[in-house]
């Protein structure tokens, strides 16, 4: 069975400053991986995915994500934040054969201060 | 431009009390999954169906039983609500199986409260 590990519950970075959040994954073989933005009061929205190919994806609003195999990783990135950046972000992983279900991670609150 | 819409997206009920929430998608769907979401803990699967009138368990199915009678429609049931049930109830769907290409839409959520 697949799992999904973000380490951290809160990031607060400035506007305009890059933001990394990190997630580790774990699956016997190619996973899919995908993250969501979650905005208070609102359901997820997909931000990228990753299924497979070239290992660095672009997504909407700005973000990328990177595939690291070796690392078992799928990080988020965004050079540049802004205020409406602030949310809540989940990454998931699905298994690539055999199995209907995706794997939430626990979450990373993203708080940007002025 | 509906997408997936949840019903109702406020509650309180009082234990023992039972209820349905409702989860309509309009995207010709075939997957249909209920999510709770509480703090600290992500999302958990609660109960999917991969088509009109399948059902399965997920991650955390105890006290709660699913229908899906209609291919648009996926009903959450709770028969005997308890105040470890209080949560955000989350509906989502996709065109095919979710860890194969296709990603889940998710509805706004139904904020749920036992006393």
């Known amino acids: 069975a697949q799992s999904v590990t973000q380490p951290d519950i809160h990031i607060t970075v400035s506007e305009g400053a890059s933001l990394e959040l990190r997630c580790n994954y774990s699956?016997?073989?190619?996973?899919?991986l995908f993250w969501y933005v979650q905005s208070p009061g609102q359901g997820l929205q997909l931000l990228l995915k990753?299924?497979?190919?070239?290992?660095l994806v672009q997504g909407i609003k700005g973000f990328e994500a990177e595939f690291k195999r070796s690392q078992s990783s799928f990080n988020l990135r965004k050079p540049s934040v802004h205020w409406s950046d602030a949310a809540e972000y989940f990454c998931?992983?699905?298994?690539?054969?055999?199995?209907?279900?995706?794997?939430f991670g626990t979450g990373t609150r993203l708080t940007i201060i002025p | 431009n509906a997408g997936v819409t949840q019903t109702p997206k406020f509650r309180v009920l009082k234990t023992g009390q039972s209820m349905t929430l409702l989860c309509a998608q309009d995207?010709?769907?075939?997957?249909m999954y209920w999510y709770r979401q509480d703090p600290g803990m992500g999302l958990r699967l609660i109960h999917y169906?991969?088509?009109?009138?399948?059902?399965a368990k997920g991650e955390v199915p105890d006290g709660y039983n699913v229908s899906r009678l209609k291919k648009q429609n996926f009903l959450l049931g709770l028969e005997s609500a308890a105040p470890s049930q209080t949560s955000v109830y989350f509906c989502?769907?996709?065109?095919?199986?979710?860890?194969?290409?296709?990603?889940?839409?998710f509805g706004d959520g139904t904020r749920l409260s036992i006393l």
């Open positions: 989502a769907s996709s065109y095919g199986q979710a860890g194969i290409n296709q990603p889940q839409h």
């Open positions: 699956y016997g073989a190619t996973p899919y």
């Open positions: 990753y299924f497979s190919g070239d290992t």
């Open positions: 998931a992983v699905g298994a690539s054969f055999g199995n209907e279900k995706l794997t």
């Open positions: 995207m010709n769907h075939e997957y």
């Open positions: 169906s991969v088509g009109e009138g399948t059902t």
